[in-house]
């Protein structure tokens, strides 16, 4: 991997950091447009840099901000499942199923039962 290609993946971390609560993949492809390199180059290289690809980075950072609201608040699932860019809280409580193991309930419950 050259300076060039690790330069691009930094400036698509910087974007993701900034605009990980994009609503559609398509934002995040459309800003892998404006670089100067391919997208599966740069997907590669985001992966051996970051430990995911760009939209799983996202995704996951979108996880991570709702999963410390649920934590933290007694916001409804709705609501903070908007906040955090995920379409209902149906969507955001299979996501964390999926990567956690845990539904958004049973999170908010066992984090509860901890404090």
Not at 16 to 31: A, P, Q
Not at 56 to 74: D, F, N, T
Request: net charge positive; hydrophobic share 35%; proline share 1%.
């Amino acid at each position: 991997m050259n300076a060039k290609t690790i330069e691009f993946a930094n400036q698509l971390k910087i974007w993701c950091d900034k605009n990980y609560l994009f609503k559609e993949k398509g934002d995040l492809y459309r800003f892998m447009d404006t670089m100067e390199i391919s997208k599966s180059v740069l997907t590669d290289a985001f992966r051996v840099l970051y430990g995911n690809t760009p939209h799983g980075y996202c995704l996951h950072r979108k996880m991570e901000e709702a999963m410390k609201k649920i934590a933290s608040s007694s916001w409804g699932m709705e609501d903070i499942a908007a906040q955090h860019g995920f379409c209902h809280a149906s969507h955001l409580s299979a996501v964390m199923q999926r990567k956690c193991g845990v539904t958004a309930w049973q999170y908010r419950e066992r984090h509860r039962r901890l404090s």
